[in-house]
T-cell receptor, first 112, second 118 residues
Framework: RKEVEQDPGPFNVPEGATVAFNCTYS??????FFWYRQDCRKEPKLLMS???SGNEDGRFTAQLNRASQYISLLIRDSKLSDSATYLC?????????????FGSGTRLQVQP | GAVVSQHPSWVICKSGTSVKIECRSL??????MFWYRQFPKQSLMLMAT?????????EQGVEKDKFLINHASLTLSTLTVTSAHPEDSSFYIC???FGGGSYNSPLHFGNGTRLTVT
């Protein structure tokens, strides 16, 4: 089983739509959670950290459910510029590693 | 602006040659940097953790003699792909943590190096 699992998509949505991505992680010792965005042939860029209480940044809302080991990202009022691959990322603590473990990403295509 | 700089952005080389990729942290010291590799349509896979002043820690399945890592200063780590072969063609990305390496600090990535071995 992969450490971080995401639905690969693609999600094709019209402009203005609300779209939600889900992610599950297998390591219960995971301590930190992030959503990154990756455009085609580019490096990942941090979209937002995910906090236990849930957090919002403009049109983006992230939620964490530790009991279910589940993370979500909600995008409201989708823009064309939101088209990208969204990576669910976790960092564990049990091995002392500070590297990140990436999901394979969910591709979003926002259409006019 | 960018906090991690990676060079070169792309390189094409012949099979059997070696390629060096540089990763620099800008305006901050990174005692630890990470090297990832991404094949088309796949997720980023951690190759190794680069530690300043000591040996790198390699992930299982990554050959340390083929992927040489040197982290000689607090702002520079290099990855050398030795005797490159076409199967080494990939997108190599380095990263470092701006927040002193605490667990809640996200990683910032270099712009990546697209290696094509012919």
């Amino acid at each position: 089983r992969k450490e971080v699992e995401q639905d690969p998509g693609p999600f094709n949505v019209p402009e203005g739509a609300t779209v939600a991505f889900n992610c599950t992680y297998s390591n219960s010792a995971s301590q930190s959670f992030f959503w990154y965005r990756q455009d085609c042939r580019k490096e990942p860029k941090l979209l937002m950290s995910v906090y236990s209480s849930g957090n919002e940044d403009g049109r983006f809302t992230a939620q964490l459910n530790r009991a279910s080991q589940y993370i979500s990202l909600l995008i409201r009022d989708s823009k064309l510029s939101d088209s990208a691959t969204y990576l669910c990322v976790v960092r564990g603590m049990d091995t002392g590693r500070r590297a990140l473990t990436f999901g394979s990403g969910t591709r979003l295509q926002v259409q006019p | 602006g960018a906090v991690v700089s990676q060079h070169p952005s792309w390189v094409i080389c012949k099979s059997g040659t070696s390629v060096k990729i540089e990763c620099r942290s800008l305006d901050f010291q990174a005692t630890t940097m990470f090297w990832y590799r991404q094949f088309p349509k796949q997720s980023l896979m951690l190759m190794a953790t680069s530690n300043e002043g000591s040996k790198a820690t390699y992930e299982q399945g990554v050959e340390k003699d083929k992927f040489l890592i040197n982290h000689a200063s607090l702002t520079l780590s290099t990855l050398t792909v030795t005797s490159a072969h076409p199967e080494d063609s990939s997108f190599y990305i380095c990263s470092a943590s701006f927040g002193g390496g605490s667990y809640n600090s996200p990683l910032h990535f270099g712009n990546g190096t697209r290696l094509t071995v012919t």
